[in-house]
């Protein structure tokens, strides 16, 4: 009897352990319901995905920063501010942002495949970025409703989001103006109408090229290599859609666009004047160093060695070697930028027709008796491609109504080239 009474006893315990586990069990499964609402709604105060709502007072304007001397900076820039001062928002979205640690840097960026980015900074520091290397601020107040400063206001949020930030930078097609011209038209949709017309009037249309140079007058040498580097495509001629990929163009397609009827910009403020030096001429030696004067020289160097060779029986092709190894050696890399980049502008480039990359290491045979018959027809082939160049670049201005085959400074290469392909070709 004893035995059996401790028996049920035990039992009695056992089950009131069970019970009370059960009962820790609820509590913590009740808990972890608790913090999975907690966090939820944290998340959701403090996501960009449902990003903070603002305020009656909160502004939204188009920052534009004027160029710079650096090349990188010579084109300007755009930005986003939001500003809410009753929920403590001070926010400038800036899509033209990269990051020199990324793996591969300089390769990814001779390549084009550098992945940009949007950051997010005060305005302080655009301000302050903007007066020490001494570039105007332009702030234009944008005239968009609460729901519509609340609709860019997510998607801005929503775009930095580290899974979306960064995005694949093209200069003529999706870069820190591009992206800011399509987040206003996200954001406002067909309330939101752009000027459509060229913002220099219908007949004063200019190509992606024509505008790149314009701002380029005071870099002749980058303007060169620039437009060494591109192809076709950069001679198409800009709609006023893509004309906005320059940040001024940006601002000035702002100014004439409307909204629900009305004018987009509220109100334009500079906020930032950038003092400008005073005019003087540039030094001579500047000329001397021009790309203009270096091809004329070097137009000017083959028509004397032409004259002085012509006289001579026996000629040497030291000068020869050096200028087209040097022209093959461009080309070789203007065909790189062609086949092997992702920069959008390079294809099709017709400067490969004189810059051809077969004179290295061709050029090297000119002079040997031994490949003297197949030296002949390599000129004479050479001296077609110059022709072709000539005959498609005039062509094709005509029919496109803009320049083609820029820069200007070929025309005195090619003319070079011709007048000393056209000697050699009965002197190799």
Request: hydrophobic share 45%; with cysteine.
């Amino acid at each position: 009897m004893k035995s059996l009474s401790l028996l049920q006893e035990n039992l009695k315990r056992v089950k009131g352990k069970v019970k009370s586990v059960k009962a820790k069990v609820r509590l913590l499964a009740s808990a972890q319901k608790t913090l999975l609402v907690l966090f939820f709604t944290l998340y959701t105060l403090h996501s960009p995905l449902f990003a903070q709502p603002l305020s009656k007072d909160a502004k939204v304007s188009l920052i534009t920063v004027s160029p710079g001397e650096e090349l990188y900076s010579s084109f300007g820039h755009n930005a986003l501010w939001v500003s809410d001062p009753i929920q403590g928002i001070d926010r400038v979205y800036n899509y033209g942002t990269f990051d020199f640690r990324t793996e591969g840097f300089y390769i990814k960026f001779m390549r084009g495949t550098l992945p940009y980015q949007l950051s997010v900074s005060p305005m302080y520091y655009t301000m302050y970025g903007a007066q020490v290397e001494n570039r105007s601020v332009t702030e234009q107040v944008l005239n968009l409703s609460q729901n519509q400063k609340q609709k860019l206001f997510d998607f801005l949020e929503n775009n930095y989001l580290p899974q979306n930030r960064q995005y694949a930078y093209k200069f003529f097609y999706d870069n820190c103006a591009t992206r800011l011209r399509d987040a206003l038209k996200a954001a406002c949709g067909d309330s939101l109408k752009y000027y459509n017309q060229p913002i220099q009037g219908t007949f004063e249309a200019k190509s992606y090229r024509n505008w790149m140079n314009s701002y380029l007058g005071n870099k002749p040498w980058a303007r060169f290599g620039m437009n060494l580097g591109i192809g076709l495509p950069s001679d198409h001629v800009a709609t006023p859609q893509e004309e906005m990929y320059l940040p001024d163009n940006l601002r000035y397609h702002a100014e004439r666009a409307k909204i629900g009827g009305q004018k987009l910009v509220l109100q334009r403020t500079n906020l930032f004047e950038a003092t400008k030096p005073d005019p003087t001429s540039p030094p001579f030696y500047q000329f001397l160093l021009s790309p203009q004067f270096v091809f004329i020289l070097l137009m000017g160097l083959f028509v004397q060695l032409n004259t002085y060779q012509k006289k001579r029986e026996k000629i040497s092709f030291i000068f020869d070697k050096i200028i087209f190894s040097v022209l093959g050696l461009a080309g070789w890399i203007l065909l790189l930028l062609w086949i092997a980049t992702d920069h959008g502008v390079t294809n099709w480039n017709l400067h490969l027709l004189w810059a051809f990359p077969l004179h290295f290491p061709v050029i090297l045979f000119l002079g040997n008796p031994k490949y003297s018959h197949w030296m002949k027809k390599y000129i004479l082939l050479c001296l077609i491609l110059l022709v072709v160049f000539v005959v498609t670049a005039i062509v094709s201005s005509l029919v496109l109504g803009t320049v083609i085959g820029q820069p200007i400074e070929a025309v005195f290469i090619i003319l070079g080239l011709f007048y000393r392909l056209y000697f050699l070709r009965n002197r190799v």
